[in-house]
């Protein structure tokens, strides 16, 4: 166990302190940065400390991923995985081959994309009934914003070709008949007929997904609210027990913002598990065709558009979540989703600024030029997700290729001076973050062409978004920083963005 004494630790120092960028040791005081200097001044500062020599290693300020499901994300760690499948055959071969693993019940996965399949339509539910016709089937695309069934799913959630499309969302039907296709809010219609996990499922779950975490060398995540209600109480229930080794920023779905007030609840609440965020969804999502998008949009005439919460939702409910501390956290893909909330935050920004809260938008995928410098204007947190983007890259080409320069414009955006704060949307993508790097300094493609290379940045640029940018995202100014009286959280580098490792104090390793 780190704890209990002063340590020096001594590396390669990136600080992420422009006063102060670099340095050869720190020393640390039970949970805190005490000094940050050169060895032998802090030896002369502290000689009973024990030095931790890690001398031919970086060390710098604990990543966080600052867009993750954090929960879900270590349910998906035990179904079937489908990222990387090229074929509809590959599918149906992982979903047999996940079955014999789990011998009853439902069989639960994702990660595909309907491109990467080959795919210029939605897939069938008869394509999953070759594979699995006796058990019932649900597979998330990638970006968990459509889903695909068998037609046993149906059935045994009482879908008929006569169902109603629910609000925001569509069962995609083909002359009339259900595909067994579902988008955005339909996936609802068969998700709830899916046996709920166990109180120790989802224990289990959340311990997986911290564990995972860690060993990934993150020290906090930002976690959205697109989980039930019992994975925040499964990361509240590890803080209690000790078992919690990450910081968590956590959201909650703004419609359950009037009872959480009720409650007598307000952002900034918590230790180790803090409330801060409520989350919206503006549109839907690349992948999926969902997002909203200026014209000319989509080349593929199937493209569903859609727009989730609507606008005037977000503005009445965004501004009473600022009046509660709380920061909104809205989903916004495509352009026009984008602008429309842009729109919004620029009303809402002298109540943020009176709050002492930022304003922030999750994924900025695709923009439109004229809005790049708004973020800077506005000071919006770009809550971005470069990890998407080789997986991405062919999906722009194909549907939209008019966006290709204004695409994670990740570089256009620091240079407006928008403050960048990176994650995973994990289990949309891997959380690890040497592909964050990658994606983020390469801007290459799954299919190995560059994808906009002037929007490529350093691997400190990166840094700084995956450490001292989410936390200043949400107010944490003793966070993603190593200086005097900050919080003892780091990660240590091989290389930066190569294999990385935790180091907080003062917790045990785990």
């Not at 006796?134 to 970006?143: G, N």
């Not at 939702?313 to 920061?327: D, H, T």
């Not at 995202?473 to 290389?495: C, E, H, K, S």
């Amino acid at each position: 166990m780190l704890g209990g004494m002063e340590y020096i630790l001594r590396a390669d120092v990136l600080t992420q302190s422009p006063d102060f960028p670099r340095a050869t040791a720190v020393l640390v005081s039970g949970d805190r940065v005490r000094a940050v200097d050169q060895l032998e001044v802090l030896q002369g500062i502290a000689p009973q400390a024990k030095l931790l020599d890690f001398q031919d290693r970086i060390l710098t300020p604990g990543l966080t991923d600052a867009h993750i499901h954090l929960v879900a994300y270590g349910f998906r760690l035990s179904q079937v995985n489908l990222e990387g499948s090229t074929s509809v055959q590959e599918v149906q071969k992982r979903v047999q081959d996940h079955a014999l693993t789990q011998p009853e019940g439902w069989i639960v996965g994702g990660g595909y994309t309907i491109t990467e399949l080959g795919l210029k339509a939605y897939p069938t539910r008869q394509l999953l009934d070759e594979a699995m016709p006796d058990r019932p089937v649900l597979l998330y695309s990638r970006d968990l914003h459509s889903a695909w069934a068998n037609s046993l799913a149906l059935q045994l959630s009482g879908l008929q070709d006569i169902t109603p499309n629910p609000e925001g969302g569509e069962l995609v039907r083909v002359d009339g008949a259900l595909t067994g296709y579902l988008l955005e809010s339909a996936m609802g219609l068969v998700r709830k007929h899916i046996p709920e996990p166990t109180w120790e499922e989802t224990l289990d779950a959340a311990r997986l997904a911290v564990k995972t975490m860690r060993n990934f060398g993150y020290t906090a995540v930002h976690t959205m609210a697109y989980e039930p209600a019992s994975h925040l109480r499964a990361l509240l229930h590890l803080e209690q027990n000790g078992e919690l080794p990450l910081r968590v920023w956590a959201c909650i779905p703004h419609t359950d913002l009037d009872a959480a007030i009720g409650l007598g609840l307000y952002g900034g609440q918590g230790d180790r598990v803090k409330l801060g965020g409520v989350k919206f969804f503006l549109d839907g999502a690349l992948g999926s065709q969902t997002a909203w998008m200026l014209p000319p949009g989509y080349q593929n005439p199937q493209a569903t558009p859609m727009i989730l919460d609507q606008p005037e939702v977000i503005r009445e409910k965004a501004e009473q979540a600022l009046q509660y501390g709380f920061v909104p956290t809205v989903h916004a893909i495509g352009d026009q989703a984008n602008r429309v909330l842009l729109d919004i935050y620029q009303d809402l920004k002298p109540l943020a600024d009176q709050q002492g809260l930022r304003l922030r938008l999750e994924h900025a995928q695709h923009l439109n030029q004229e809005d790049i410098a708004r973020f800077g204007t506005l000071q919006v947190t770009a809550s971005m997700q470069p990890v998407h983007l080789p997986g991405d890259a062919r999906l722009v080409r194909e549907l939209m290729p008019h966006m290709q320069d204004t695409t994670y414009a990740v570089k256009s955006l620091q240079d407006a001076g928008t403050l960048l704060a990176f994650g995973s949307d994990a289990p949309v993508a891997s959380p690890d973050p040497h592909l964050s790097f990658q994606a983020a300094t390469k801007r290459l493609g799954q299919d190995g062409q560059t994808f906009s290379v002037q929007e490529c940045l350093s691997p400190e640029e990166t840094l700084w978004a995956h450490t001292r940018g989410p936390a200043l995202a949400v107010g944490w100014q003793d966070y993603g920083i190593i200086v005097p009286g900050a919080r003892a959280d780091f990660t240590l580098w091989d290389t930066l963005g190569g294999r990385s490792e935790a180091l907080t104090f003062p917790w045990p390793e785990t």
